[in-house]
Structures are given as C-alpha cells and as structure tokens.
C-alpha cells in the first residue's frame, strides 16, 4: 500500500509541475501580449481607466475580455473590442471597485478564439496601484517631472488634500477615448519638447478634446515652439483661445513676478529674454492680466470644460528652477486662488466618519435609498410577535391539549400548524411592507451648451427588487425632451468612502458571487464607446445602483441675450426657456451672483433678469438664507443626513458657487464632472431648473413584474454666453 502510494506521488507531482501556468516574472514565459492599467500603474477607484495590450509582432487581436469586482465585489466581466494605437499597441477601457484583488485580461480573434490571458494584480506590491475614488488625479505630459514635482508640492493648496500626480512622456501611454481620461481633474500638458507633441497621434489629440468639451480641464504651456506647434490647425492649434500672432523675447519679468506674487526676481538684467507666445484673445475669453498687451494667461470655455493656455514654458530654464513657478501654477489652476490656502476640515462632521462617507456621492445614496413604498417592520411588532408565539408554542399548547382535549401526544399537530400559521402571518406582514414590482429613483442632470451646441446628460438611478432576480439595463434611444440618448455609457455606481457597500468597505462580500456583464460597442468615427449591463444580479429586497451618461448635440433654438456692463458691474438682458416643457425652480448663476424667479418659467417664455428676478449672492441662495438675513451671515447649515433629492443635487451640481468644502464640510472628489461652477467664472452664466417627471427611461429588462418609478428628479441646466461692454 506504502509503495503504491508512493508511485502515484512520483507521477502526480512532476505532471503538476508541468501543467502549471508560468508566473508573470517567469524568464521562460511566452505570452504573446503584456498588459498595464492606469497611468503608471495608479487607477481612480468607480471611473473608467485604460487597458493598455502590448502586443508581439503579428499578432492582430479584435476585441478583449477582462474579469474585475465592482463597488459591491461582485466580478464583472468588460466586452469590448480593442483600439489600434499604432504597431503592436492596442487599448481597451474598464472599471474596477476594490483596492485589493486581481484583474483577468484576455485578448481573442477575429474568429473569437483566446490569444492569450494575463492576470495582473492589485496593491502596493502589484502591478496596479487603485487610487481612491475623491482623491485627485492629475496627468502631467512633459518630457520630465518638473511639473508634476511640483504639483505635489503644492497639491494642499490645489485640492486641499492630496493628490495623486502622474507624468506621462511616452505619447504611446496617452489614451485613444475621452471616457479614460474620466478619472483626471486636470491634465497639464508642456510643449518644449516639440518631439513629444509631434508623436501624439489625431486620436489621442481628439481624446483630450472630447475629455475637455464634457468638462475636463486642460492647463496648455506654450513658449518657444509656438511657431512650430500652431501653424498646423489641425494639431495642438485647435486649443488656441485666440488668434495667434508670433512669439516675442520677454526681457523683462516683472509682468510674471507680480501675477505670481514671487518677490524673487526671475530674469536678472544679463540674462537672455524668455521666449512667449503671443495670443490675442478671441470673444469669450479671459485675458490675464487684465488689459495687457501681451496676456500671460489666456482663459477659454470649451464645451463643458476649459482650456487654460500660459504662453511661456514653465518646464525649462529659467521658470522651472524659480521659487514663483509653484504659485504660477497655482495662478493658471485657480484663478483668484488664496495663494496662503491649506487644507481645512473645520466644518468636517463627526457623522461623516460614522456613517462611512464624506463625498456627496455618498450623501446623494440617502434619497436614492428611499423607497416609499418600501416599509420596514417596526421592531416592537417583531418582539409581540416572537413573545406571543412563545407563549402559544408553551403554556397555551398546555393547556390547550391539557384541558380541552385530554392527549398530550397531539402537541406534534398543534405545534406544527402553530408554526405555520405564524410563518405565514410573517410571510404575510413581510410581503405588505413592500411591492411586488420593481422600484425606481432617479436623478437626471442635462446639460446644454448654447455655444458649442452639445447636451451631456448626467443619470444616478437605483433599482430595487422585490425577490433575487437579473435585469438588463440598456440606452433609451430618445428621452422626453427628444433628446437622442443611443450615445450612452452605462456602467455600475461604486460609492466613495470605507462605510457599509463603498469600495473601500472591509466588510466580506459573501460567499457564492454571481457576476454580470458590461458589454462595450465603438463608434469608430471618434472612438467614443457605448456600454450596457446585462444579467445583473440583485438580491431578494436589496437595491442596485447604476450610473450612466448620454451625449449628443443640441437643435434647441438658444434665444438668451446677455450683456455685463463692466463700467456698472451689472448684469442685464434677457433669458429664454428653449425647452416645450416648463422649467420650475428658475435660477441664473453668474459668477458670484444668483438670479432668482419666484415662479415657472413656462415653454418658450422670455423673461427680462433686471425686472423679473431677485439679485442675490450665489452663497445667499445655496445656503437657503431668509430674506431678513444679510449677504454676509446667517444661513441654513448644511446637514450631512439631508435625503432631499432635490436639495442634494444643487449641491452636486454647484458646490464650488455655494461655498464648497467650507459650507458642507463635504468633499465633492468623486464624479466631480456634476459640478458646473468653474465655467461662471469664464464669461459665462447658467439659466437652470427642474422639470416634473421622469426624462430619460433606460431600458431595464429582466426580473418579476413590471418596473415603476417611485421617485424622480431632473434638472437642465443651460451655459448661455455673455457679451461684455
């Protein structure tokens, strides 16, 4: 028996060895593609983050397949097919929840056979780091780390917190789709080294276009090579917030030492004159400083975004060894920024930390959560119940078979139908307290640019489910407004913080996890990708949150007429409804100001601000202060336990305007394309309201019964130019 044991191990183990896979860091590993995430390895938790293949020569994959957890930990598994970037390079997109774990990536045919799988971990010792969720990420594309050096030196001052920077010098690292760049705050891109810019593909400049138009931020340096860079249109030229007009030698600085507040000179009479870029400014854009015949730093609203344009290079000698670069930056990020800024958690409520969040993603899961029709049972019905069938099961079986029927031995009978009555008494209290179809709550956001005439439409909705079921959930083709709503990217919600079902939640996920799918098309013409989820579980009573985005381009008639007299700082003209439904809640925002409409504004009606709207701050009216309260005190403070819908999406949606982390306490890191505040400041003001009712249906598909809407709230806003005078 010993030697017949001993045989089989003999044999066993050598063929062990020899069927088990070889590790990443095996010499003799002959995968025919390697795989990397992120940007240098680092991911933002809950936002989308390229797949980068590299590729052995020949071999031509067609589309990919990768296995992650989502906010829940439960696996989901990416469809999609692969973008060329050039010989051997190829990308794909996905989205991962947990800081911890592994990734299974796959690369397949043209026929769909399997070329090869890579598994690649997650952690500190892995080969992707996760970054979390509020945490700002930036991208720094310089031939060095100048920049990005010193953007962590002064990142307290930038976010009032730290942040996550990251230098790219390899255009073969920048990805092919707007929606991977989803994670980024800022993107600041340096232009002295001409060769990087000239490697950086038509896709990759259409990428940081598209990022920048659905609200992203784009920091351009440009100096010595404005000739080289801006003759040709279609490359880095289509950033230019104006017209260009050469490059001149600066001899003096002290335009830039007073701008940055330096007290350090940065050109000494000897030295050779700086190299700038000379812009004249188009309409709608922000010179600075003001008045300047050559403007250091040029402001431009670009869709939803901005485009921040310094034209001397800020990476080389003699600004990158100067101690006013940081506040340049600075300067250029945040324009009328408190240069003596640190973080603050002053206002920061202790509930925050108990309740496990501190991002208002976090506090916009409140209202989503409640379902009116979903009723929890009162605990002191649960303990008359649990007490009476005690006392039924006990003295009262007793006496029951005691004195009325004489045989004890019919406790089996009684005691059987005793429990069953009162199952079904629970059964039947249980399935009262909720309905029998699914529920839905959701917040739409539509945005609408009156200049570039594009719509992104922002969608939170929460599903819940009676009884364990799947459900699929797809594009609506068209919404209310008849908005074309088929460009749309669905995709699971995680939620920021360590609290109960949040991505950083150390809390197990449960035994026997049952995945679901995201499956990702390409529209080819501009590499923007669509996705849906199919076969999504959902547990018996329990909910699932989901979050999409749609965009398209606006055929609405913009008739708004805007003029700031800059002599009399005042704001005058006329505001449009160009929507066929009403908008309720009016109000126009414009840079510190807010006007107010105490009444509909009905379907095409024009309204003059002067004589129809009430002038107040815009901290005035998002911190809800009665009319007898100055402009400078009082006011409703905010409360983190707030399940007001409506009241937490005018915080999503202007955070900065009505005081930011000071006002709430709040950070609003997580999903930060909400917020709309920043574009105020750059010629621009924003006609928003709510409109009754459900807006864009996504089709969800699946489960037992019909689906309802419990719950809904949707709001527009409109970004309507102002002409100066």
Known sequence: MLRCFVLIIAIVVPACALTTPLSADSPTDRRPFSASIGFDGYFKLGSWTPIFFHCSAGLE???????????????????????????????????????????QLELLGNHRQSLGTVNLQIGEDGETTAVDATTPMVLTIESGTVVRDSIEAIELQLFEQKCRAIAVDKSVDLPLTWQAYQGLRV??????????????????????????????????????????????????????????????????SSQIELYASSKQRLLLPDDEPLTATKILPMAGAVAEPKNSTAPLVIRKPLGFGQVVLATIDIDVAPLAAWSGQKNLLLKMTLPGLNLNRTASTENESRS??????????????????????????????????????????????????????????????????????????????????????????????IDIDAVSLS??????????????????VSPALTNRLGIATGRCSISWLGLPGDGLGAMRARTPTGLFLTGYECIMDVELSDNDFRSRLESIPIRVSSTKPVFSQYWSESTFAINSRLQMNTARNRLSGTVTNPLDVELQNCRLLFENWSYILNRPLGPGETIDIGSEMKERTAAFYFSRREESESDTGGGRPWDPQDDNLDRVAEMLMFHDAAGGRQYTGMTHGFQTYAELSEPVIVHRAILFGSIQGVCTQLKIEGGSGDVAYDYASTWVRIVLPVEYK
Not at 71 to 87: A, K, Y
Not at 193 to 201: D, F, K, Q, R
Not at 221 to 249: C, E, M, Q
Request: charged share 20%; glycine share 10%.
């Open 61 to 103: 994959p067609a589309s990919f397949v990768a296995v992650a957890a989502d906010g829940n930990g439960l696996p989901v598994t990416f469809r999609g097919p692969v973008i060329s970037g050039g010989e051997g390079e190829f990308q794909g997109w996905l989205k991962i929840g947990r800081a911890d774990g592994s990734i």
């Open 187 to 252: 993107i600041y891109w340096t232009t002295s080294s001409a060769e990087l810019v000239a490697a950086i593909s038509e896709q990759q400049l259409a990428a940081i276009e598209n990022w920048v138009n659905r609200g992203g931020k784009l920091v351009l340096a440009v100096g010595k090579n404005g000739d080289l860079l801006f003759d040709d249109p279609k490359g880095i030229a289509r950033f230019l917030p104006g017209k260009f007009a050469g490059t001149l030698p600066l001899k003096s």
């Open 352 to 445: 925050f930390v108990r309740m496990g969040y501190r991002d208002l993603i976090g506090q916009l899961m409140l209202p989503l959560e409640n379902f009116s029709r979903v009723r929890f049972v009162n605990f002191t019905l649960v303990a008359v119940l649990i007490a009476l069938f005690i006392l039924c099961v006990g003295p009262g079986d007793y006496f029951l078979l005691r004195r009325l029927v004489g045989k004890m031995e019919w406790t089996w009978v009684t005691f059987s139908l005793m429990a069953i009555g009162f199952c079904g008494l629970a059964m039947l209290i249980a399935r009262s307290t909720k309905p029998r179809e699914m529920q839905i709550n959701q917040l739409e956001i």
């Open 455 to 472: 719509i992104r439409g922002s969608i939170w909705t929460n599903i819940y489910s009676p009884s364990n079921t799947r459900v699929d």
